[in-house]
């Protein structure tokens, strides 16, 4: 993303916790919230902070360029030489797939112990630390890499899995996770199937097998059969080129073609199957002038790609040069890759993307991407995208009558979010209806470097052109525990571009760190049956740039939890704690919340009184009492207690201020909670006081001074309401 102007760069305000640089304040280890939802896959994932450990637990943290960032459930377990993660197994496995990260240039092994024996499982960093410095704003990124390996035994379910970092073994590591599968038997050759083998084909050596490939997939071509490539890792060092011809593995844990670009098609008409290996590459940097990606151009009509574990390449697949048409992407595995899982590159209409498996992928997860021609027709259905670290979890660049459906989307980056549907990157424009049913966002969102506010869960950019003239449903979208905002509408270029024709029906929001819905530019949307809980700051931000033009006119009906919108449009609020949680007994409610005051004077704004630092405060006008301060929580929520706070500092001499509480849940009507009395604030015991009531349902919560013994006006730096 490029920098959005001034008015919309501000820094996040500051808080009164211990916060990162992201923005999100650092919070107690726990086991992550998980989501259903996604791609049906045959491992099961165990994360490290979930197991027994002697090692040191790492985040959670939401920072731009931290290890822990990029962690599932950003949250990760440090061991030492001696440490270990020892994994309780939830279903039977015989394999194990561990998803770490090492200190920078080191490599070596760890030690996987089940059952009294030890293996060697490889690891490096080669694979990591990558710069990009021509994306603007990025940093060093993509920390994990995955290692597999065979445990020659198979476990039944609760059996323990220990990975340790022995003598002799790298000296540190940080687990994020391990995937365990039972892995079956490696495939048998097809009896009418030619075999790269008799082509020259020597597995598990040096050499070069990319010429014994191409007779083989010639032979296959003009006789109508298939390729067969049995169990070993066989050395692809020159792009393939494939047509009308399918090419079957024994299976993704046991046929391997290492290269950096297995197939390249310049052009294709199509019928291509590509069915169950792996494509291990050696891409150590992201080069966007190299196609070094498994596969790479044409697929044509028709083909089939199936079962394949991609993992350390450029792209999985990028599809470009000329027209694709209904193909079936389906049931694959794609893992740290620098840059895009798959991109439809134009030309890609009436295709399917079904039931994949994405993770640590260091730009979008899944993209249509209508460059020159649009991708139209598409599905892309029940994929799972974890961890992309440098843009979205699915990304609609463009393009028409395409559908995303029963997606999950987990733990997004910097210069992303979770879902977008936008014009930009010079796509052909979004028409006809796109559809958007049933996904799922969990922890997705992030503080973009350059634009210094969050990205949403879900969110739609007119950075190129107004988004009109398309139809556009999200249905039975839900949004769990999003860093920054659920929904964003923007244009990305600051220009105030329309956005019209969007309907959103039927959503759960669970946990937001600041609004339910953003909006930063003009337009229209209707927002109907959207229950929220666990709202950071208030329902909505509606403040467009330029500051000229119409706010977004949000329509709808049957809304409930996010009521309120944020009041000054001068600043943005800090996320109110994450990963944002439904509020538990005792937790401020008001930090963060739209405040206003019958007056203030200047340099003292009623915003100081709930921005968690308690240096800073509201001042009312002096000797007019009486003089309110009131504070929205943006939806009805049970309280039992008020604190109030002056700033800490000696300088502060005692005082007493007098104090009525109220509270309203329409903004309209209040009664009084704790009636007209006294509070002592003395710097000796901290300058606090604080009021206890029966719990009761309020939204809005009101102070009324009438008296102040130290100064003539009513005095607060933070003001505090507890939930019960």
Known sequence: ?????????????????????????????????????????????VEAECSATNGSAVGPDYTQGSIASEASGRQAVRITTGQYVEFTLPAAA????????LPDGSSGRLSVSVNGSTLALPVTSRYTYVDTGFITGSKTHHFFDDARLLLGQNLAAGAKVRVQANSGDVGQATIDLADFEQVGGAGSKPSAALSVTDYGATANDSSDDSQAFRNALSAARSQGREVWVPSGRFEIGSALQIDQTTVRGAGQWYTVLHGNNIFNNGSASGNIKLYDFAVFGDVTERNDGSPDNAFHGVLGTGSVVSGL??????????????????????????????ADGVNFDGAVTNSTLRNNYLRNNGDDGLA???????????????????????????????GSNNTVSGNLVQDTNALGGGYLVANRFNSVPLGGTVTLSNNTALRAGALDPNWKFGVGALWFDARDQAITGVTIRVTGFTAIQSPYEAIQFIDGNGAGKQIQGITIDGVSVQGVGTFVA??????????????????????????PYPTSIPRMTFGGSGNSGWTGTWSDCSTWPAPNSGPPQPPTSGSNLARGKAISASASVGGFPPSNANDGDANSYWESANNAFPQTLTVDLGAAASINKVTLRLPPSSAWGARTQTVTISGSTDGGSYTTLVGSRGYAFDPASGNTASASFTATSQRFVRLTFTGNTGWPAGQVSEFEVAAS
């Open 309 to 338: 574990w991609i993992q350390d390449t450029k792209c999985g697949l990028w599809l470009m040069n000329g027209a694709s048409s209904n193909l079936t992407i389906e049931n694959n595995r794609i893992l740290d890759t620098q």
């Open 1 to 45: 993303m490029s920098r959005i102007p001034a008015l919309l760069a501000v820094a996040l305000a500051a808080s009164g916790l211990t916060v990162l640089s992201g923005g999100v304040p650092a919070a107690a280890a726990t086991c992550p919230t998980t989501a259903s939802g996604g791609a049906s896959v045959p491992f099961r994932t």
């Open 94 to 101: 015989n394999s194990i797939n561990v998803h770490y990260n």
């Open 518 to 543: 953003q909006s930063q530019t003009q337009g229209s949307v209707s927002i109907s049956n959207l229950t929220a809980s666990g709202v950071g700051v208030t329902g909505t931000y509606n403040c």
């Open 368 to 398: 249509l991407w209508s460059n020159g021609q649009a991708d139209s027709g598409n599905s892309l259905v029940n994929n799972t995208v974890v961890q992309p670290n440098l843009a979205n979890g699915i990304a609609l660049y463009g």
